[in-house]
């Protein structure tokens, strides 16, 4: 017997009801009686729970086979569950979560013409006063956060918006050359993460990830900030973890990963 059978000895309708949907939509259409063997459920309470949830449009079966799948009932809930996440209510617990676990400032921004616009900000325990302010923006290629969206963008489009703005020096390492700019572009795609490596003020380092929307949209860019010294030593896991934590946002607005 498996965990989850083990787990469903003794449990309740609801339980089982809720465990039935869950094996279904893992495995894609499925026969009653394969349900009832993965789960370890006796055949009369399995075929009475899959005919209450075929009632209510929670499963439906297929006319020819009688194997269940997922109902519509079940894709309603799921939109209006999307529809709910909106992103300046889901994004304060984990930038929370993210400031503590990394001791540093935690940005959200979002794309406004050639600027990042900074919607929140957390600070971690070791955060020094921040030196950008909510409502502020910064330029789309001096910083993290502006080259983790221009990347996650479809390369025609980012070459588009990259060979139209104005790549005005900012400090001595800011890319001002629309071809090198590129070429990083294509370096944060493939590692995951974008790093502002002194490029947009003196002594302040970051790192950043996109934000993506359930249409798989580029709609924000999270970012974790501090003194050059401390965060460009550490690029090597902040980076992958701010890429961990704004893919975990993306999927709770609905984003789902391709394959492969």
């Known amino acids: 017997m498996t965990e989850t059978a083990r787990g469903m000895a003794g449990r309740g309708t609801l339980e089982r009801g809720l465990a039935i949907m ?21 055949r009369s309470a399995t075929y009475r729970t899959v005919n209450t949830l075929k009632e209510l449009g929670y499963l439906e079966a297929d006319p020819a086979t009688g194997r269940i799948r997922l109902g519509v009932r079940l894709v309603d809930l799921g939109v209006k569950a999307l529809s709910s996440a909106d992103l300046f209510r889901v994004a304060p617990p984990v930038m929370v979560d993210l400031a503590q676990r990394t001791r540093e400032t935690v940005y959200l921004a979002i794309p406004d013409d050639d600027s990042m616009l900074y919607v929140a ?15 502020g923006r910064r330029p789309l290629h001096a910083t993290s956060l502006g080259k983790a ?25 800011t890319i001002v050359d629309a071809g090198e700019l ?50 460009l030593m550490r690029v090597d896991e902040l980076g992958p973890l701010v890429a961990e934590t704004a893919a975990a946002l993306s999927r709770r607005l609905g984003h789902v990963p391709a394959a492969g």
């Open 121 to 135: 900000r957390e600070q971690g325990p070791s955060s020094v006063a921040p030196s950008a302010g909510l409502g």
């Open 149 to 173: 969206w221009l990347a996650a963008l479809p390369r025609h489009e980012a070459a588009e918006r990259v060979r139209a703005l104005p790549l005005a020096r900012r400090t001595p390492n």
């Open 22 to 42: 869950e094996h279904v939509g893992a495995h894609g259409d499925v026969s009653t009686n394969a349900v009832a063997r993965a789960l370890g459920l006796s």
């Open 182 to 231: 590129l070429a990083e572009l294509d370096r944060v795609r493939a590692r995951g993460w974008a790093v502002d490596n002194i490029e947009n003020e003196p002594d302040v380092g970051c790192v950043a990830a996109a934000v993506r929307d359930r249409s798989g949209a580029a709609i924000a860019a999270m970012s974790i900030a501090g003194p050059a010294g401390r965060v």
